[in-house]
């Protein structure tokens, strides 16, 4: 059964000095931990500030914060690192993504200001926005067991979002218009063998464009970015973009831990 996990921001657990301690969550993660009614002998997860792993067993819980010990030190095991560059949806698409994305394993999220974006979001908005794709990145994070919330950056440009990808080891373009024969299986393991890269030392970029698609300037602009960029194609249906955004990952992760 997995623990309910929680993540410090300033604590680090190793620099306590008593083998019971409480732990300074934030106020989310206390009420949460709160709702879960945490009782003395159970055991959490704990990611702390330095991204270290802990399994803890509550010692007390009163009304502020829990007191708990160390039951081991877990080994975060190495694992790919995978990056989903989504085009800008409308709605609540974007959460959507978000949040069923970071259950499969997504560990950076990047909003992509695409030319056929329907939603355009100035500065503020774009900040009120990250805030709440956070929330929804670390709600998924604890709810789904991850050992790290991902991260959310601000939305990007096309020249921006190149210059990100360039020293990724795979680049996956996701385009309706890619033939047949662009499998994913086949450019994500082929770039990594050209690189001589362990699957789980892998930095794995996925684009998927917004409602409206990809523009063939940003498809081009794209490949160009990356030695190892490939357009490739997710079937002969056409998805939606909230449905890419979480298959399309979900896919590259099941053909790295495979």
Known sequence: MSLPHFYLDKQIIELETQPEFSLRLGDDDLKHAKVLRLAPGEHIAVVDAQQDYFECEIVSFDASYPVVRIAQHLDDDARPFVVLIQGLAKGDKMETIIRHATEVGVQAFVPFACERAIVKLDDKKARAKKARWEAIAKSAAMQSGQPAIPEVCMPKRLDEVCELIKNAHAVL??????????????????????????????????????????????????????????????????????????????????????
């Open 173 to 258: 373009v996701c385009w309706e218009e890619a033939p047949e024969t662009a499998r994913l299986a086949e450019a994500l393991h082929g770039a990594l063998a050209a690189q001589r890269t362990p699957c789980e030392d892998a930095r794995i970029v996925v684009v998927v464009g917004p409602e409206g698609g990809l523009t063939r300037l940003e498809i081009d602009k794209l490949l160009a970015a990356n030695a190892y960029a490939s357009l490739i194609t997710l079937g002969p249906s056409i998805l939606r973009t909230e449905t890419a955004g979480v298959v399309a990952p979900a896919l590259v992760l099941y053909e790295l831990r495979r």
